[in-house]
Nanobody
């Protein structure tokens, strides 16, 4: 059974930081891609960051330079360090796994939710101004 468990959400003031964790089983962790997504009420789901098996990363333009995705292979955990948080970062954040998409001759980890097929329950992040 695929299981992803997120933690680390909370309420912070604008400019603050949070670190989210996504812990999986070894089998789930072996997927090509693990991504972080977010969804706020009334807004489209947004891919935030993704990391592949080699550690290559990709970010949405809205978070680039503020968020960092990383992973610990010994703990089967992917992290999302979020700095300089803004009120517009308020959302339910969840992690998901997928095999990526072949673009050209390379399999890449996109930020499109359609390329991910398993997700966790999510952790709420609330940023106040």
């Amino acid at each position: 059974q695929v299981q992803l468990v997120e933690s680390g959400g909370g309420s912070v003031q604008a400019g603050g930081s949070l670190r989210l964790s996504c812990t999986t089983s070894p089998r789930t962790y072996s997927n090509n891609c693990i991504g972080w997504f977010r969804q706020a009420p009334g807004k489209e789901r947004e891919g935030v960051a993704a990391i592949d098996r080699t550690g290559s990363t990709s970010y949405a333009a809205s978070v680039k330079g503020r968020f960092t995705i990383s992973k610990d292979n010994t703990k089967y955990t992917v992290y999302l360090q979020m700095n300089s948080l803004k009120p517009e970062d308020t959302a339910l954040y969840y992690c998901a796994t997928g095999n990526g998409r072949v673009i050209g001759r390379v399999r890449e980890c996109t930020l499109a939710s359609v390329d991910y097929n398993n997700r966790g329950q999510g952790t709420q992040v609330t940023v106040s101004s």
